[in-house]
Each structure stands twice: as C-alpha cells, then as structure tokens.
C-alpha cells in the first residue's frame, strides 16, 4: 500500500520518517476556515476529513495506480477557555496569542485521517494539556522576532524555540508537535501497514 501525505509540514514529514515509512506528499487546497463557536473536536475533524476527500480527488486525476494508496491528512489547533486560536495572520497578532497563553493551561488538538483508494475514512483525534510558564512581554517580542510562531496554531512550535515556552504537558507530546505517533501507528495496522514490525525487520 503506497502512502500519501496530505500535508507540507515539515514537522508531519519529519514524524513519518521518524517512523520508517516510505510516503510521498500531495496536498490541496480547502477552505481550513475555524469557527470560534465550533465544538474543538468537530472542528478539528472536520477540517482533517476535508483536506483527506480533496487529496483523494487529486488522486483521482491522476493515472490508475496498480497499489492501492492510503491518503493521510492532519490538522492542529489549540484552545484557550473554549476559543479556538489557528495560525496567526501577523506578529501582532502572535503577540496577543501568546500573552493569552501566558501562566495558562490550553487543549492542543490533533486528528488525523486515514482515506483508502477503497473503503471508508478513519478519523481519530488526540487532546494534550500544555501550561505556559509566565512570559514577558520582551520575551513574546523576541520569540515573535525569530518568526517561528507565524505557520503553528497558537503561535508557537514545541519542538523548537517554543520549548522554552511550556512548563509541563499533560498527554502525548507528539499531538502538540502535530501528529500523535502512537495512535497513528495503531490506525495504520488496520490498513496492514506496521511501522514498529517494518523497522525491527529492517
């Protein structure tokens, strides 16, 4: 089974390879608009099932594939008393995320999608609970300054300069860095694919 990813980031790329598995990236274009009053999840799924169908459609532009192919999408967002916060659109605006996030607990959620050539779509999505230590405004200033916070939802990368950000987390790390690994890898031996039998052979 030939595995797509239906993502540019770098950091989804990074986790798979981390994972030993052979993928090849197509994305799409859909409407990733966020409502406040949306139900964190719902949303969350909803945007992953998107983006999955569009990359299906691609694909289905293209010449018949003799492997079957198994499209896997993701989407992140984090939450801050019920309100969803996405990508910020300017430094401004990553400035005032991250003086809301300050000395605060906030739900960072991750789902994925699973969309075979044939069969149905598997959803599934993880919450981690991510408390920020107190920040300065200088400090939020410099962290804006290096431009980090500009592609990652609630302005911030944990897996980077935002590291010195975070004074604990409860859950799976992987779901903040934009992919929970191990659910994923449980999803994917439904389809036949085992990462961790993969690699012990190899």
Known sequence: MQL????QSPRRRELLERMGLSFRVLTAEIDETKYETEDPVDSVCRICRAKAEAVAAALAAEPPSAEERLVLTADTIVVLDGRIMGKPHDPAEARAMLTALSGREHAVYTAFTLLPDSGAPLTRCEKTLVRFRPLSAAEIAAYVDTGEPMDKAGAYGIQNLGAMLVASIQGDYFT??????????????GFGIDPLEKTMKE
């Open 4 to 7: 797509i990813l239906g993502s």
């Open 176 to 189: 903040v860095m934009g992919l929970p690994v191990c659910r994923l890898a449980l999803a994917l031996k």
